[in-house]
């Protein structure tokens, strides 16, 4: 069975529409080389170096980054903090959130400082490339209801019961960042239904439906994007995010139109995707078949929608990154062309389409504002790790 890396809670990434970095050839030289050619590297930096620090409001970063303290200062202090050996151990980060504790956190200054007291900035590095590429992602709002009708009949599902999601880095530490899904038969572990059969209604688990939707493209977008808020029909919302995948790998549908020349590499994008469905219903359903991976989805309770990490999102300052080289709750200090970002942001997230040491996908929350900035950017960018001072210690 083929290895590939899925979402633990929740976003699959608008760039994962285009996969540009694969098949566009648009993006820089560092994400269009093939993964087994990624090597990471850090090269040590200050804080001077750092493009526009100093000018960033840390007030939203802190917010941020005290989501990740949350779940750092009750993991054991002696583990070492992910893939990124120059992390060192839990114990190195919950000094730091101990101490930020103790911050007055709507103070700028306090805040900047107590940063260039607490950390190392390192520059990340594909081999020796700064330069990658940076995508935005949402959270996509559709309009549904609990029952289905003849306008709401298009069905997002609940996980099933059957589907058995394996984290592979459990068993080998080379694996790190790789899963595998299916359906356990008679002692083995078989290939799920593909996206086409699930909604064809050709699997054992068409009772399983979460909410019912009025628009079979936005239900796909959903499942790219992983997450959602849904204006029900009988009044108020439910807000859904990342349950399950099916195990089948994700193919990008704008790939699919740019092999067949419908769309352009200078052209593709949501909305250019969006549009073509919209004039060829009746090839739409086949195009989307092409992907054949499919996510399923659960209620989301209180604040949302959840990352990887399995803490709330903060617009603007989430970031996805390749968990299997970067851990949950990293400080990275971004920079890109366009938009232009200096800010600093954690790393909450993860997704198919983040590969390589210099890529990253920035969550830019909820509505059409959201939407409007996470549709077109492929920005090209830097960004630097920010590291425990004890962790070399």
């Not at 009750?74 to 903090?81: E, L, M, W, Y």
Request: net charge neutral; hydrophobic share 40%.
């Amino acid at each position: 069975m083929k290895l590939f890396p899925i979402r633990t809670n929740s976003f699959l990434f608008l760039g994962a529409i285009l996969l540009l970095s694969a098949c566009v050839g648009t993006t820089p030289s560092a994400d269009k080389q093939p993964a087994e050619t990624y090597k990471l590297s850090l090269k040590p930096a200050a804080f001077a170096d750092l493009p526009g620090w100093g000018g960033d409001d840390l007030r939203d970063f802190a917010t941020a980054y005290q989501k990740s303290c949350a779940r750092i200062v009750k993991a054991a202090p002696d583990k070492t903090f992910g893939a990124l050996a120059e992390a060192g151990t839990y114990a190195n980060w919950q000094v730091i959130c101990q101490n930020m504790q103790t911050l007055d956190t709507g103070n700028n200054a306090a805040l900047q400082a107590f940063m260039e007291r607490s950390f190392i900035p390192y520059s990340v590095r594909n081999n020796d490339n700064p330069e990658g590429l940076f995508t935005g992602y949402y959270e996509a709002s559709l309009r549904g209801s609990r029952v289905k009708s003849a306008r709401y009949n298009i069905p997002l599902y609940t996980r099933p019961d059957d589907l058995v999601m394996v984290d592979l880095g459990q068993f080998r530490d080379e694996l790190k960042g790789q899963r595998i899904a299916g359906r356990v038969q008679e002692g083995n572990l078989k290939p799920y239904e593909t996206r086409a059969q699930i909604v064809a209604g050709d699997w054992p688990h068409n009772d399983k439906v979460l909410v019912w939707v009025d628009n079979a493209v936005d239900a796909f977008f959903v499942q790219i994007q992983g997450s959602g808020v849904v204006e029900l029909a009988e009044g108020g919302t439910m807000r859904i995010g990342y349950a399950g995948q099916n195990g089948h790998i994700y193919t990008a549908i704008g790939r699919e139109l740019i092999a067949r020349g419908a769309l352009s590499k200078e052209n593709v994008s949501m909305a250019s995707i969006r549009a073509w469905l919209a004039a060829h219903p009746q090839e739409a359903d086949a195009l989307m078949n092409v992907n054949q991976s499919y996510v399923f989805f659960t209620t989301v309770e209180g604040a949302g929608p959840l990352g990887g990490e399995n803490v709330a999102l903060t617009p603007g300052r989430s970031l996805a990154i390749d968990r299997s080289l970067m851990a949950y709750g990293l400080p990275l200090w971004l920079t890109t062309d366009t938009p232009k970002i200096q800010r600093l942001m954690v790393a909450q997230d993860t997704g198919g389409a983040i590969r390589g040491p210099v890529r990253g996908d920035v969550f830019w929350g909820f509505g059409e504002k959201a939407e409007a900035l996470a549709g077109p950017m492929k920005a090209k960018g830097q960004y630097w790790v920010l590291l425990p001072k004890t962790a070399g210690q």
